[in-house]
């Protein structure tokens, strides 16, 4: 039989200093800090429930490891992420009929999927399962786990994941309007790339303390389109995933007023040949054909969301928040 391809999407990690907590507690700024929340999310202690009309779900974070990859990808981890079934809501069939029931299994099957960080580029490989991520519960549970680890080491910061939007998703649907009236977007600005497009905002922000900026631009003659607007720049820091949801656009198209959402679906990727491989890969965490795998697959991961083409006048992004 055929090897079943390796499929995943691509996130980004942002690093998001919470509102209300205590002024005491530190910010995650370091990739070092980062490793020691996702290290910690796999106390059995974060795991988190759910329930649905389908049943009883737990979360869990579990199989931490590190790896040096090469001089390139020096931050390099993955963890499993694991939703079992805690108990499932169904028809059962009984000597006389067809009834509901619910349903308890010892012990719960999990379905799992692997996470892999390059934490040079802030970048998150999430390893496809249409089951687990049919709704976005998934996340949800995620970030919770990850934030109750985060705050058991007295951080006020969080981590999240972000859609990566598809094949320049959010510039294509900028360009698209013949007089943009309208953007809103909610930027996240803790490490972003350097762009040619995004330096002098990030620049801005960065001189300004901003790490979280809410944007609603309106203009009913027209928003500047150029590439060293502000606008672009928005659009641009946004594609990179830099972003907290959907990116709204309105304006005119086609001689019509019309307003589209973007930006909310991670570009998805398929490496051939690895899908058994990486079920076992906890086992193996430490040998070469591991370190190849995990290789492989954030070189792919480059080349779907390629790095961006830095200032002339900057220097390379620095492995820190």
Request: proline share 5%; charged share 30%.
């Amino acid at each position: 039989m055929a090897e079943r391809p390796f499929l995943f999407e691509i996130y980004r990690l942002n690093v998001v200093d919470e509102e209300g907590m205590l002024p005491f507690l530190a910010p995650i700024r370091t990739n070092a800090e980062i490793l020691r929340v996702l290290s910690s999310s796999t106390e059995s202690r974060f795991d988190r429930e759910t329930e649905s009309r389908r049943g009883t779900f737990k979360w869990s974070l579990r199989e931490f490891a590190t790896y040096d990859l090469d001089d390139d990808t020096p931050w390099a981890a993955t963890l499993t992420f694991a939703r079992s079934v805690i108990t499932q809501t169904g028809q059962t069939v009984t000597d006389s009929s067809i009834e509901k029931a619910l349903s308890q299994i010892s012990p719960p099957y999990a379905e799992i999927m692997h996470l892999f960080f390059n934490l040079e580029r802030h970048l998150v490989a999430v390893e496809y399962n249409s089951v687990v991520m049919a709704t976005s519960q998934w996340r949800s549970s995620l970030h919770e786990i990850l934030d109750a680890a985060a705050h058991s080491l007295e951080f006020q910061s969080s981590v999240r994941l972000e859609p990566v939007p598809r094949e320049d998703e959010v510039l294509v649907a900028f360009r698209s309007f013949q007089r943009l009236t309208r953007l809103r977007v909610r930027l996240r600005i803790p490490n972003p790339e350097l762009d040619r497009r995004t330096e002098r905002l990030r620049r801005e922000l960065e001189s300004s303390g901003i790490r979280d900026y809410t944007q609603d631009m309106k203009n009913p003659r027209g928003l500047s389109q150029s590439a060293d607007s502000l606008p672009f720049a928005t659009a641009a820091m946004a594609q990179a995933g830099y972003k907290d949801g959907d990116i709204t656009l309105t304006g005119y198209r086609n001689g019509k007023l019309q307003s589209i959402r973007t930006g909310g679906k991670a570009i998805r990727g398929r490496i051939d040949g690895l899908k058994s491989y990486i079920r076992g890969m906890a086992v193996n965490a430490r040998t070469k054909e591991a370190r190849t795998a995990i290789a492989s697959i954030l070189e792919e991961v480059d080349r779907l969301a390629e790095p961006p083409i830095a200032p002339d006048s900057a220097t390379a992004p620095e492995s820190d928040s």
